[in-house]
């Protein structure tokens, strides 16, 4: 009785284990796929008429400022077009955002959709109500510099004497230096007393 019951036990537990190889199989051939396959044509072509359809599209109102670069205006997050501001964690970062803060407190604020970056957030080039231009004015306050790779050089002639030796962090990206961010904020991390 104890070997018909143990044979049966054993038998079980094989079918078990082949059930589950072949679960895991179906599985990974579904996740896979799905990432090789590529997308119809009709499907590709509506997202990119979509996306096409967004550009050089306005939006105006009152803007909630993330950082020295970044907006959201009626729940779009808008990163300005052709600067580079510090990041809120870096040498001049909340000056930055505390000088957007005071362009756009109070203000209707006008955006003009020009793309969208490769992380894909909105880029646009935004306007204050008197019709200067957001990046400009944030570059002529030595708090961002032209992003020539972007602007083309528009804001480079705004750029105050010794900026980027001030906005150091903002201008190795741009040089893509990124190794000097990563130890930048591998020794603040570690020493947040520094900050």
């Known amino acids: 009785m104890e070997t018909v ?25 579904k996740k896979f796929t799905a990432y090789k396959a590529p997308l119809p044509k009709q499907q590709s072509y509506e997202l990119r008429s979509i996306q096409e359809a967004s550009i050089n599209t306005e939006l105006s109102g ?10 959201v205006i009626q729940k779009t997050q808008i990163r300005l077009f052709g ?38 957030r909105t880029v646009a080039k935004c306007y204050l109500p008197d019709g200067s231009d957001l990046s400009a004015e944030l570059v002529k306050l030595g708090l961002a510099i032209d992003w020539p790779k972007h602007s083309g050089g528009q804001y480079r002639d705004l750029e105050v004497p010794g900026v980027r030796v001030k906005l150091w962090l903002a201008d190795a990206r741009q040089k893509g230096h990124m190794h000097i961010w ?11 007393t520094s900050q």
Not at 7 to 27: A, C, N, P, S
Not at 183 to 191: F, G, H, L, R, V
Request: charged fraction near 30%; include cysteine; hydrophobic fraction near 35%.
């Open 5 to 29: 019951l143990f044979t049966i036990f054993i038998v079980g537990y094989i079918l078990y284990q082949l059930e589950r190889k072949t679960r895991r199989k179906r599985y990974r051939r």
């Open 62 to 71: 009152s803007a909630y400022v993330v950082d020295g670069d970044t907006i």
């Open 83 to 120: 600067i580079d501001a510090p990041e809120m964690n870096h040498p001049f970062g909340k000056d930055a955002k505390w000088a957007m803060i005071s362009l756009c407190k109070g203000r209707n604020i006008r955006a003009v959709i020009v793309s969208q970056d490769t992380h894909g």
């Open 182 to 192: 990563e130890k930048y904020d591998a020794d603040n991390n570690s020493n947040p």
